[in-house]
């Protein structure tokens, strides 16, 4: 009872006592005499009732208002979100290249002096990997000089250029890699393969690419991979034949090839302008040249290297 009173404070005891002097006054006669006791109760249980109505409201109030606000803040932070994030600047076009215009470059790298004799690889340790084996660091018969990376460096200003969609293919026959410098464009896919009846470990140690290494067993499906930012000269190893090494070059335009067993390279399709030019040897380094490119012309650019301090 005491507890009673106590929640019903001053307010509470001042209406009660109200509403015995209503009902003494009106004369009414209840079926039993009423008691200071039973108004009680009831009163009680009506505040109650009302206490929960009114709690029920209260809080759905709350609830409504609460996700009104969060909605206005959300559609307020969205639209100062894409007033602040700034829109790529919608960079200047490119002049188109106009096929009718396009020169050509080819050449014929050398090595100057005595090549090297390559030096032969013992494979004994994987009887799969059968054959002779060499090695491929300086390839130079009569003075010319194969597997120099040629690419375009300098020249072609903001052009950007398709990806082609079609693959560019690394093979590994012999336990050696076909071919030992591969030239692909970022973002194009490479097809991996395996000929050999043994399981490579293919592992490129990029500078500025994502390193990974994959195993490969014989007769596993090709192994599509591509490396996403330029990157000239990425060595390439097999973590299984510690002798396979290759290099793979990857460039942000098509202007680029690879001289082949006698030294010779050409690119095509090059807008009129003025390029660098650069060559790029595994062991020997990089040469670069200028260029000058009218409409439709074709110009030789050759390069010597010289046979390295070592
Ligand atoms: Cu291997």
């Not at 009872?1 to 009106?26: F, K, P, T, Y």
């Not at 002049?95 to 090595?111: E, L, Q, R, S, Y």
């Not at 299984?240 to 090494?245: A, D, L, R």
Request: proline share 8%; charged share 25%.
């Amino acid at each position: 009872m005491s507890a009673h009173r106590d929640r019903l404070g001053h307010r509470g005891r001042a209406a009660l006592q109200r509403r015995v002097e209503a009902i003494n006054s009106a004369g009414l006669q209840p079926r039993r005499p009423l008691v200071y006791r039973d108004i009680f109760v009831q009163f009680l249980h009506e505040r109650d009732i009302m206490n929960k109505k009114s709690w029920i409201i209260y809080a759905s109030t709350l609830c409504l208002c609460g996700l009104l606000l969060l909605a206005a803040c959300n559609k307020k932070e969205n639209a100062e979100q894409s007033a602040n994030t700034p829109q790529p600047a919608a960079a200047p076009a490119a002049t188109p290249i106009d096929p009718n215009t396009v020169a050509t470059i080819n050449g014929t790298v050398k090595f100057d002096g005595t090549a090297p004799k390559p030096a032969k690889i013992d494979m004994s340790q994987d009887p799969a990997c059968k054959g002779t084996n060499e090695s491929e660091n300086i390839v130079a018969a009569n003075g010319d000089l194969a597997n120099v990376f040629v690419y375009v460096k300098d020249g072609l200003g903001n052009r950007t250029f398709d990806v082609p969609s079609t693959p560019v293919t690394l093979d590994q026959s012999g336990c050696k890699y076909h071919p030992h410098v591969l030239g692909v464009m970022a973002g194009q896919n490479i097809e991996i393969k395996n000929d050999d009846q043994t399981t490579h470990n293919i592992h490129p140690t990029p500078k500025d690419n994502r390193e990974w290494n994959e195993s490969q067993p014989p007769a596993s499906a090709p192994l599509d991979k591509s490396f996403a930012r330029e990157e000239i000269m990425l060595p390439v190893k097999c973590n299984q034949h510690p002798w396979m090494k290759m290099y793979i070059s990857v460039v942000k335009t098509p202007f680029y090839a690879v001289t082949d067993k006698d030294g010779k390279y050409e690119i095509k399709g090059l807008p009129p302008g003025d390029y660098t030019i650069a060559f790029v040897q595994e062991k020997l380094g990089e040469q670069d040249q200028k260029v000058t490119l009218a409409a439709k012309d074709t110009k030789t650019v050759d390069q010597t290297f010289k046979p390295s301090a070592e």
